[in-house]
């Protein structure tokens, strides 16, 4: 499912909801409600309620457990969707490529910046303004962007929400959000505007944002 989906932006954009998300990605094998009521601290009610926006934005998958004779009802098992799984692999990857970006933070940042350059100088570049491409790459990566100022004259500033690699920024932003800015600093480059984009990470809860400056500003 596409990042841009509306469906899948407001199903996590409550914190508990990408809590209980993480919790099943990370989990071994499927759990029921009671199960991550206890493990995220939530009511199981809330949980409950929480888990069918999830399963309704095709996060998350729901199944009856297998009957073994007893009485009641079989319990339903939840367990993260198979891209979310795939995701969690990946953060994986990058999480061992960040180790060998160099022994300091520093060196880490500039060989990062450097990575994202030369991928973003070999990509082509979307049709539009400045503003535009950057709202189209950020979907691409993604993000799911939102426009929060644009002036009409190259100026601006994009939201980032849900970020797929949420934990390895954290972790590692030297890495993670220096390849973001590498492939900016091309974006720029490519359209002749050379240092008019600037990441700022962790600008809220869950939010990076890209200001665009004036060209010659």
């Known amino acids: 499912m596409e990042s841009s989906d509306p469906v899948v932006h407001k199903a996590l954009a409550l914190p508990a909801r990408r809590a209980l998300l993480e919790a099943l990605t990370d989990a071994a094998e499927p759990m029921d409600n009671r199960q ?4 995220v601290g939530q009511h199981v009610t809330t949980v409950r309620h929480h888990l069918t926006a999830l399963v309704q934005a095709g996060l998350v998958e729901v199944r009856q457990e297998e009957p073994t004779g007893g009485r009641g009802r079989p319990r339903l098992l939840y367990a993260a969707a198979p891209a979310r799984e795939q995701l969690a692999a990946y953060r994986t990857l990058v999480e061992v490529l960040a180790l060998g970006f160099g022994g300091t933070s520093g060196e880490r940042a500039r060989r990062a910046a450097e990575a994202g350059r030369i991928w973003g100088a070999s990509e082509e570049g979307a049709a539009g303004s400045l ?18 100022t644009d002036e009409g004259s190259g100026g601006g500033e994009v939201l980032l929400h849900g970020c797929p690699f949420q934990h390895n920024a954290e972790r590692h932003p030297e890495v993670v959000c220096s390849v973001h800015q590498g492939l900016l600093d091309a974006m720029a480059e490519r359209a002749g505007q050379p240092g008019t984009l600037r990441l700022h990470p962790f600008v809220g809860p869950h939010v990076c944002s890209i200001s665009i400056a004036k060209p010659g500003s």
């Open 36 to 39: 991550l009521a206890e493990l």
């Open 131 to 148: 503003t535009e491409q950057v709202l189209a790459a950020a979907d691409s990566w993604g993000f799911e962007p939102e426009l929060r």
